[in-house]
């Protein structure tokens, strides 16, 4: 447990959730925060961050727990779709340093919008260069 981090405060009981689901290894708790309502997190009960620090046998289990959640919310909602988001540091937009997976239910009218703008590349070649540079450092 990281004393400093909410949650693993809530893991610890230290911090109230809403529960949704949780085994020995994983717990889903509703966001406080919703973007849309039902947005729900599901995160690992050890602390570990960012995704690129998780040891393979936590995302392996975490993965399972987000599908299973996304599935209920489809089936409770009728929901049209679900977004899963993840975010690693403050650059992307992480506020709170504990691995987790934004589960989020989405419907053809519930007026969220991602500020997504496609930019394309300047010249050709740029994209095969920084793919070049993503394949030389795969470990
Ligand atoms: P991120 O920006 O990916 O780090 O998202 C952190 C999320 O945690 C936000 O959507 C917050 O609304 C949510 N959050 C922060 N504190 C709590 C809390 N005590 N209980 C439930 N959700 C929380
Ligand atoms: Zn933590």
């Given at each position: 447990?990281?004393?400093?981090c909410i949650f693993c405060k809530i893991v610890a009981g230290q911090l109230p959730c809403c529960k949704?689901?949780?085994?020995?290894?994983?717990l889903?708790f509703?966001?406080i925060?919703?973007?849309?309502?039902?947005?729900?997190?599901?995160?690992?009960?050890?602390?570990?961050?960012?995704?690129?620090?998780?040891?393979?046998?936590?995302?392996?289990?975490?993965?399972?727990?987000?599908?299973?959640?996304?599935?209920?919310?489809?089936?409770?909602?009728?929901?049209?779709?679900?977004?899963?988001?993840?975010?690693?540091?403050?650059?992307?937009?992480?506020?709170v340093?504990h691995?987790?997976?934004?589960?989020?239910?989405?419907?053809?009218?519930?007026?969220?919008?991602?500020?997504?703008?496609?930019?394309?590349?300047?010249?050709?070649?740029?994209?095969?260069?920084?793919?070049?540079?993503?394949?030389?450092?795969?470990?």
């Amino acid at each position: 447990m990281n004393t400093d981090c909410i949650f693993c405060k809530i893991v610890a009981g230290q911090l109230p959730c809403c529960k949704v689901y949780e085994d020995t290894d994983t717990l889903a708790f509703m966001d406080i925060g919703p973007i849309v309502p039902g947005h729900t997190l599901v995160i690992p009960r050890m602390h570990v961050d960012p995704l690129m620090a998780a040891p393979p046998e936590v995302l392996q289990k975490l993965i399972v727990v987000v599908q299973k959640i996304a599935r209920a919310q489809l089936k409770a909602f009728k929901a049209d779709g679900i977004n899963v988001i993840q975010s690693n540091g403050r650059a992307a937009g992480q506020l709170v340093p504990h691995l987790h997976f934004h589960v989020i239910p989405r419907f053809a009218a519930d007026g969220h919008h991602w500020n997504w703008i496609p930019r394309p590349y300047a010249k050709s070649e740029e994209m095969g260069a920084l793919a070049e540079k993503i394949r030389g450092a795969l470990e």
